[in-house]
């Protein structure tokens, strides 16, 4: 018997459903809003949320990463009158076991909530994750610590991965926690930055080539592909791979077989791939610039990093991290950080996430001299500017809070992050003004992939693109 819960103002289909799961012996709570929701969760340890989209104080879809952290961690059955596919993917992306629409079939509804509850009995019966070798991957925020888990669950096979994230979010870092925690750690982890080599020469790179094959080439050199031979080949920005070589490459990952260049015999490796890419490979495929039927291979595992804004909890502990770890590499004393200077890098957006907060403390230490404590003045003018404009709203008046009504209470001010919140809605409905609901245009200039920006909208209840 598994406890459920539903929540959803729908009063009619919340009796059908409670009467369906009943005889099925399990036990049922009814909600009608969020609050309710969230009260009962907070008193029960719920094992199932069968969750509607829209409720009458706010998104099923928005509340959805709440109820995935509460303490008995619940799987979540989004049902909805709604046939969205953005909403869909997105529930998916954040965790939901399945998004059913309404008129709910019984018969559906019974199968899905039995397989979700099966799924959950084996999760709970895992073991506990392995200890990983995490080596600069810092932090614990909810987000970091599950893609550490996808981490340790590829580490078993030697399934292709395929990690994607912004710039600076840490995606060799993970691919090479991946291969270290692998039974093929003790082999080469070779590494291939697609974007940093011509189309001419990746494929003398990646297969080798014999003596002689092309102007130039005075000697035989083995591949990248046959030095990963046991081990792990990881091809960074893989989106830059030349249209012209996917196809070979794709054999080449099928058969594990290739032929250097100006070769007459085939080699064989037999290489783990893991790639990586800040680029959206669906639209690329969309646009003609990319093989579908090398995305099915690559993203056969997929890891998608957050960034930095969205595991703001771990900016404190990165930032001692970094001051620790370049003060000694400058055999310095360590360095103090004045609660104002750790209080706007919090406040800062990072656009250049994890790389360039180490860049920022490197900087940083370089201009405190001789100074034992890191104040703001020490920070890079960029970051010092930008901060302050993110304090100063309304004409320009420094100081002056743009905040609504609802957010004061007692004349106090609003948490950070709240503050935060508030000037990523205005930014995102400038955004929307500003490129006339263009989505590529929208996607280019605030860095977001296509389901960030879409779960950006949803959350401020902002007028889709059409």
């Known amino acids: 018997m598994a406890l459920i819960l539903i929540i959803d103002d729908d009063e009619m289909l919340c009796g059908m459903v409670c009467k369906k ?30 969750l ?42 954040t965790g939901a076991w399945d998004y059913i629409l309404k008129p709910l079939s019984v018969r559906e509804l019974s199968l899905q909530v039995t397989r979700a509850l099966e799924y959950r009995k084996e999760k709970l019966a895992e073991k506990p994750v392995m200890i990983l070798k995490r080596n600069a991957i810092i932090g614990s925020d909810p987000k970091l610590l599950a893609c550490l888990k996808k981490v340790a669950k590829y580490t078993g096979t030697d399934i292709s991965v395929l990690i994607t994230g912004e710039t600076g979010t840490g995606k060799e870092l993970f691919a090479r926690a991946v291969h270290e925690n692998s039974r093929r750690a003790t082999f080469p982890f070779v590494v291939l930055d697609c974007a940093a080599f011509p189309e001419q020469l990746v494929e003398s790179i990646l297969f080798g080539h014999e003596k002689g094959a092309f102007t130039g080439a005075d000697q035989s050199r083995d591949g990248l592909i046959l030095q990963a031979d046991k081990g792990t080949l990881f ?139 890191l104040l703001p003045i020490h920070l890079p003018t960029d970051v010092r500017i930008s901060t302050k404009l993110y304090s100063m709203t309304n004409n320009g008046t420094p100081g002056r809070k743009d905040f609504s009504d609802e957010h004061l209470k007692n004349s106090e001010l609003p948490s950070l992050s709240m503050s935060l919140e508030e000037t990523e809605k205005r930014y995102m409905r400038s955004l929307v003004h500003y490129t006339e609901g263009n989505i590529q245009e929208a996607c280019r200039i605030s860095g977001l992939s296509r389901s960030s920006l879409y779960a950006r909208l949803k959350k401020y209840n902002i007028d889709r693109f059409s």
């Open 21 to 50: 799961l009943r005889h099925l012996e399990h036990d049922v709570e009814v909600a009608h809003t969020l609050e309710q929701g969230f009260r009962k969760t907070g008193e029960r340890a719920f094992d199932l949320v069968l």
């Open 52 to 93: 509607d989209v829209r409720l009458p104080d706010g998104s099923g879809i928005e509340a959805l990463p709440r109820l995935k952290h509460i303490d008995s961690k619940p799987e979540i059955i989004i049902i909805t009158g709604e046939g969205d596919p953005d909403g869909a993917e997105l529930a998916i992306e």
């Open 235 to 373: 091809m960074d920005e893989v989106g830059e791979l030349p249209l012209s070589m996917q196809k070979t490459f794709l054999r080449v990952l099928q058969e594990k077989n290739f032929r250097p260049v100006g070769g007459k015999q085939e080699l064989h490796s037999n290489f783990r791939l893991i790639t990586a890419t800040n680029r959206d490979l669906e639209q690329m495929v969309n646009e003609g610039k990319f093989r579908q039927d090398l995305l099915y291979r690559l993203k056969a595992s997929t890891i998608k990093l957050p960034t930095l804004h969205e595991r703001a909890s771990d900016i404190e502990t990165l930032v001692l991290h970094y001051v620790g770890l370049f003060c000694k590499s400058y055999n310095l004393l360590i360095k103090g950080v004045s609660a104002e200077f750790m209080d706007l890098l919090k406040m800062y957006h990072w656009p250049g996430n994890v790389r360039e907060l180490a860049n920022v403390i490197d900087l940083s230490i370089a201009n405190s001299h001789m100074y034992d404590v």
